[in-house]
């Protein structure tokens, strides 16, 4: 079965950091575009970043440049999102997908996972 597997949510105090992990399950995201989206109960899912096969190239949504960082081990066959200075607002169910381009999120490939949920409060 070709998912995958979101871990790392849980419940941080405003300005604490967490670090999300994105296994692949069944195939290998090393030539992928692996995109992280959030999801509040009652809005769309948005993009929150992205990065290339190879690493290189990263972006973010606005409201999270500068606190989270994007990265990858494709040895490992997993993606990570590391989130930092987490405000109340980034508080979500985030899933991590492959896309077919980075810069617009666009062209989802496959199912969403179960995601993994990121409360922030105190």
């Known amino acids: 079965q070709l998912q995958f597997v979101e871990s790392g949510g849980g419940l941080v105090q405003p300005g604490g950091s967490l670090t999300l992990s994105c296994a692949a399950s069944g195939f290998t995201l090393a030539n992928s575009n692996i995109a992280w989206f959030r999801q509040i109960p009652g809005k769309e899912r948005e993009g929150v970043s992205c990065i290339t096969p190879n690493g290189i190239t990263t972006n973010y949504a606005n409201s999270v440049q500068g606190r989270f960082t994007i990265s990858r081990d494709n040895a490992q066959n997993t993606a990570y999102l590391r989130m930092g200075n987490l405000k109340p607002e980034d508080a979500a169910v985030y899933y991590c997908?492959?896309?077919?381009?980075?810069?617009?999120?666009?062209?989802?490939?496959?199912?969403w996972g179960r995601g993994t949920q990121v409360t922030v409060s105190s």
């Open positions: 997908v492959r896309v077919l381009a980075c810069r617009d999120y666009a062209g989802r490939i496959g199912s």
